[in-house]
């Protein structure tokens, strides 16, 4: 049972334009919506995050938008660097009975690839 | 310093060994955590830590044992591993356990 689902395995933008990365979660009860960039055999990097209170919040090149009654949040970046290439994945917390206790619930992520 | 250091880099051990895993953050955060990532799969919580106390245990095998001995340390006791337990282990952290989690580089264990 997958509660966060990230459907695109991969993306591939060219440097320059907007990289978005979309999130689809099942569980209501999550309230706070994360993202996170993986490198190679490096720990998840934090980015940026989403209280499910608010709809957008934006951060430099990053924003992140959040639909709740579509439970859909997407990842805008702009514009696109070579560095962004690397792996991200979207997560969600407070889907249990710990409430904000919870760790987090990841997608499986989303290769993000930016071509010169 | 957002840092969350974790020794080993990297652990290879036989199925009898007994082996320990370390974490270490020093940002004053008092909410801790152990997540198991196996390759091209998102990462899965094993254990949360509040304050010091086990607050969160995802049906792990005992085989996993985890000890948070004060704030700023977090260890992960393995005993009688199996092959399929080679994964990348992360520890992460937080302020408390509603903020945003800060990840370590992990420890990529082996298990022979």
Redesign the interface.
């Known amino acids: 049972d997958q509660q966060v689902k990230q459907n695109s395995p991969s993306l591939s933008v060219q440097e320059g334009r907007i990289s978005i990365l979309n999130c689809d979660y099942t569980n209501s009860m999550f309230d706070y919506f994360l993202w996170y960039k993986k490198y190679p055999a490096e720990g998840p990097t934090f980015l940026i995050s989403i209280s499910s209170i608010k709809d957008k919040n934006e951060d430099g090149r990053f924003t992140v938008f959040l639909n709740k009654s579509a439970k859909h949040l997407s990842l805008h970046i702009v514009p696109s660097q070579p560095g962004d290439s690397a792996v991200y994945f979207c997560a969600a917390r407070g889907g249990g009975p710990g409430g904000g206790a919870d760790g987090l619930t990841f997608g499986k992520g989303t290769h993000l690839i930016i071509q010169p | 310093d957002t840092e ?1 250091t ?1 020794t080993p880099k990297h652990l290879v051990m036989g199925m009898t060994n007994k082996k320990s895993l370390k974490c270490e953050q020093h940002m004053g955060h008092r ?1 801790m ?1 152990w ?1 198991k990532q196996k390759a091209k ?5 094993m254990f ?1 830590y ?1 304050y010091e106390k086990l ?2 245990n ?1 049906s792990v095998p005992s085989r996993f044992s985890p000890e948070c001995p004060n704030s700023s340390l977090l260890n992960l006791h393995l005993h009688a591993l199996q092959p399929e337990d080679s994964a990348l282990y ?1 520890c ?1 952290s937080s302020l ?3 903020y ?7 420890t ?1 264990l082996t298990v022979t």
Not at chain 2, 100 to 106: A, D, I, N
């Open positions: 969350v974790q909410a955590y997540y799969k998102p990462p899965e919580l949360v509040s607050s969160i995802e992360l992460a408390t356990s509603n945003e989690q800060y990840f370590g580089p992990g990529r």
